[in-house]
């Protein structure tokens, strides 16, 4: 569920009894969100809620793949979530001002050792 304070333009993720901020457009949509789903709340109602540190950006998140597999993955936050097509890795890169240089090649073991999140949703839906 998506939440923003009323009179404020931040949007937040409710999971668990907690909020963490997202903070981008790019985020919010490729994490498979629409600004259509967002609830606006009071400021009362907002105070109940637990803040945490705000989501990972993927403009800034961590590119990696494995050596012998040709998906390109993000790790936002504690996962890696898979980037489903060469148009969505390029939307990454150039609005993060990135190169694809900034894609890690791990042993695949590492690859594997990160839990595993949801893909990232393609633009090609956006």
Do not use: C
């Not at 709340?41 to 105070?47: A, H, L």
């Not at 809620?49 to 961590?62: A, E, H, N, Q």
């Not at 939307?91 to 791990?106: F, H, K, M, V």
């Amino acid at each position: 569920m998506l939440i923003r304070k009323i009179g404020d333009n931040k949007v937040y993720r409710y999971r668990n009894a907690e909020l963490k901020h997202i903070p981008d457009p790019p985020t919010l949509r490729l994490l498979g969100f629409h600004f259509a789903d967002v609830q606006d709340i009071s400021k009362k109602e907002f105070r109940q809620y637990t803040i945490r540190p705000p989501l990972d950006s993927v403009l800034k998140g961590k590119l990696i793949k494995g050596k012998e597999e040709p998906h390109v993955y993000i790790i936002i936050g504690e996962e890696k979530r898979h980037v489903p097509d060469l148009h969505t890795l390029q939307y990454i890169l150039y609005l993060g001002q990135r190169s694809s240089d900034e894609i890690e090649t791990l042993e695949e073991d590492v690859v594997a050792s990160w839990p595993t999140g949801k893909p990232l949703s393609t633009i090609l839906q956006l």
